[in-house]
């Protein structure tokens, strides 16, 4: 039984490390996106939303989504969907990317804002650390407090 009390907190542990490694990585493709110097101009294809949560009375989250497509200086047609886009783009517009030349794919109709996008990332770290630090100090705490007597692995 005592297991579960360290499997449960290293799954969690492994789930935000996960996650973690996403948002900087996302972070660093926009900030290669930013300073390639490279842009196109893009047509909104398709705007749409998405809706998630709502039972059980918790809160409604909606993201807008858009699918650009573009053309890269070496003629190849590049389409992305990308998510939290501005509310005022719809489909036929047309807006600026930014993209390198090596992942074009990777590209972000996203302003550059390096500031905002450094405090985001630094934001969800912190958030990620701090379970990681609950996490970790439970299963110390548990080991300290229960460790030896058997108490949960009686039968």
């Known amino acids: ?27 660093l493709e926009l900030r290669s996106a930013w300073n390639s110097g490279l842009t196109a101009e893009a047509h909104c294809l398709r705007s749409y939303t998405t809706v998630g949560g709502g039972g059980n009375d918790s809160p409604v989250t909606t993201t807008l989504h858009h699918v650009y497509e573009f053309t890269t200086r070496d003629d190849r047609a590049i389409r ?31 302003a550059p804002s390096p500031a905002r996008a450094a405090a985001s990332t630094i934001g969800m770290l912190v958030f990620c650390g701090v379970i990681v630090t609950f996490c970790v100090g439970f299963m110390i705490t548990y080991h300290q407090a229960f460790a030896g007597d058997g108490f949960f692995d009686r039968p």
């Open 80 to 110: 992305f969907e990308e998510a939290n886009g501005r509310p005022t783009t719809v489909e036929g517009d047309i807006v600026t990317v930014h993209y390198t030349a090596r992942h074009p794919e990777k590209a972000t109709a996203h």
């Open 1 to 27: 039984m005592s297991v579960f009390f360290y499997a449960l907190p290293s799954l969690i542990i492994i789930v935000v490390l996960l996650a973690a490694a996403r948002v900087v990585r996302r972070s």
